[in-house]
């Protein structure tokens, strides 16, 4: 059997969801606000894209990944004559760096509007992974200020109403993914990073469960199989906690399970054949379950 593309195939909308990795909520997201790509209509109004169109989005979330804000996108690509990826990794660097000094320094002075502004660009603009790394430079240059503890504080929990806010409207669909997945942070994990990881989990289309990491996570485990929980997201993101989820995701070793934290997992091996452990730069590559 050939396994030639065929481009003259058109695909609905959760087709192209599973090929690309991005949700139909997205997609839909991204040709309103950017018209970023004109799938065909049918005459009930459903729609169908091609496989230019699919190159396209694969092509999308390579640059959005190096950092270059969705909403140039559509120019980037369509440049003539092409940008060489020398200088489009330089005018991303640029963009990106920008960026991160607007929100450090509306944190530093503590001026709201400002702030709120920037986190739209920031919401509006970057894709999960590109975003994640650009959260991680703004607390590395905060850590640099006197009064550097208030001002993560600030910061973090500015962050972690803006996500919950964005998180707010998918819980509210009107039918929820139906694979549930638990996503439990060790203590000392930003608030944001929890809901970083819930929109992630949206994205991959499934239904994210948060859970406090003030209880302990054989509970979460033991609970599990009742609740229709199908898989767990823990967070270490310092892998500081290694010995205690390690062994608790090794007694329920049938249960899929994803460990995000730092360089420090490199060194280690998975607790279970069900386990995945993830080092910083792999925090947002797809979700495989079953």
Request: charged share 20%; hydrophobic share 40%.
């Amino acid at each position: 059997m050939s396994d030639a593309i065929d481009h003259n195939a058109l695909y609905p909308i959760r087709e192209v969801a599973r090929l690309t990795g991005v949700n139909p909520i997205t997609l839909r997201a991204w040709e309103r606000r950017y018209q970023l790509i004109e799938p065909v209509r049918t005459e009930s109004g459903h729609r169908l894209y091609s496989q230019e169109h699919i190159d396209f989005l694969h092509e999308t979330l390579r640059l959005m990944d190096e950092g270059v804000p969705i909403s140039r996108i559509k120019a980037v690509i369509s440049e003539v004559p092409k940008r060489s990826a020398a200088t489009t990794t330089v005018t991303c660097e640029t963009a990106v760096g920008h960026l991160v000094k607007n929100l450090c320094d509306a944190v530093s002075q503590i001026q709201i509007p400002a702030l709120e502004r920037q986190l739209d660009r920031l919401f509006a603009d970057y894709s999960l992974s590109a975003m994640h790394r650009l959260l991680l430079d703004v607390e590395q240059q905060l850590q640099q200020h006197k009064n550097h503890l208030v001002l993560l504080a600030f910061w973090r929990s500015s962050l972690a109403r803006r996500l919950q806010v964005r998180l707010h409207g998918l819980y509210n669909q009107a039918v929820l993914p139906h694979t549930r997945l638990a996503i439990y942070s060790v203590p000392e994990t930003p608030d944001y990073l929890t809901k970083l990881l819930a929109l992630f989990c949206f994205e991959q289309g499934y239904q994210p469960l948060e859970f406090a990491s003030s209880m302990a996570l054989g509970e979460l485990l033991e609970a599990a199989k009742p609740l229709a929980i199908q898989g767990i997201l823990c967070i270490d993101q310092h892998s500081q906690a290694r010995t205690g989820w390690s062994s608790a995701l090794a007694k329920y070793a049938s249960l899929p399970s994803w460990v995000f934290g730092d360089a420090g997992l490199e060194s280690m091996q998975p607790p279970s054949v069900n386990s995945e452990l993830r080092v910083t730069e792999r925090w947002f590559m797809p979700l495989q379950l079953g």
